[in-house]
């Protein structure tokens, strides 16, 4: 059987490790060591936890990357394109709730530097 490849569509995107996880040569066996970013299991801390899209792209309901989609953070810590986050609270099943760590959301409060 031959197979011949007429065309072709990539699907999945690469990345370096930047190493922010620990050595595990470094690590002493047994202790109980866990890496540096428990939260980040998979390595996707720059990616939307509802859409997976980076933060610098686009939500899937926004058509051009820009200020028009804006990431809002829980006072949980995670951070989501807003309008993924808009679209998961309006869903029954969210239960008004962060969807990584299924606390209440609750938008963490900004910042502002004293002047």
């Keep these: 059987m031959k197979v011949t490849v007429k065309r072709w569509h990539a699907i999945a995107q690469w990345q370096w490790d930047t190493g922010t996880r620990s050595d595990p040569n470094t690590e002493q066996e ?46 949980c810590s995670h951070v989501f394109h807003m309008h993924c986050l808009l679209k998961w609270i309006g869903t029954a099943a969210s239960k008004q709730q962060c969807p990584m760590d299924r606390r209440t959301w609750v938008t963490a409060e900004r910042k502002v530097a004293a002047s």
């Excluded at 428990?38 to 936890?49: A, I, K, T």
């Excluded at 859409?51 to 006072?75: F, M, S």
Aim: glycine share 18%; aromatic share 4%.
């Design 30 to 75: 047994g202790a109980g060591n866990q890496t540096q970013n428990d939260d980040d299991e998979d390595g996707d801390g720059d990616v939307c936890g509802i859409c997976r899209v980076a933060y610098e792209g686009c939500c899937p309901t926004c058509k051009v990357p820009g200020d028009d989609c804006p990431l809002i953070w829980g006072e």
